[in-house]
């Protein structure tokens, strides 16, 4: 690393209820379930939760302030969609990606088995390498509304490095 090169960290969080009759999508990718996230978007908790993640570590906003879910234009779209426009402002201000690193929290389904096509996904999405990215799965033991299969959440961190050298 470059003397006077920035690096940032950011964190990113959501949560979404799990309803019948919709998708279950986690970073674009759909995992067959019978429930999904209920949501004004698609309801992608992961694109989400990265999506704040990165505008958080530059310090650019939230995707609450850049897709208000009371904004029509919002209705049902695509999160990975999302996360592109996302990145494009914190890339645009000068950053690139280190690394990302999440945890997807749910009872069921299982993350496991999706964990790659969820990498690639984004890391397509993001223009960066699958081995940057990385997702686990856990459960919530049975506890509180994830527990019950009502909910799944999603917790994000991200390394950024500035291609601006501070001279
Ligand atoms: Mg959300």
Redesign the pocket.
């Known amino acids: 690393m470059n003397a006077g090169q920035a690096i940032r960290i950011g964190l990113g969080w959501?949560?979404?209820r799990l309803i019948a009759g919709r998708p279950f999508l986690l970073g674009g990718v759909e995992i067959p379930f019978e429930k999904g996230?209920d949501?004004?978007?698609d309801?992608?908790?992961l694109?989400?939760?990265l999506s704040d993640a990165l505008l958080g570590a530059a310090a650019l906003g939230d995707?609450g302030k850049l897709f208000p879910?009371g904004d029509a234009q919002w209705k049902d779209a695509n999160?990975l969609e999302l996360l592109k426009m996302a990145w494009k402002l914190v890339h645009d201000a000068g950053w690139e990606i280190i690394n990302i690193d999440s945890v997807v929290i749910c009872e069921k389904p299982k993350i496991l088995p999706f964990r790659e096509a969820i990498q690639n996904s984004l890391a397509k999405a993001l223009g960066i390498e699958a081995g940057q990215i990385f997702i686990k799965g856990k459960t919530n033991e049975g506890l509180g509304e994830i527990g019950q299969g009502n909910a799944v959440e999603a917790k994000v961190v991200c390394l950024l490095s500035s291609r601006i050298v501070a001279k």
């Open positions: 959501d949560l979404h996230e949501g004004h978007s309801g992608d908790v694109c989400h939760a995707i879910p999160s």
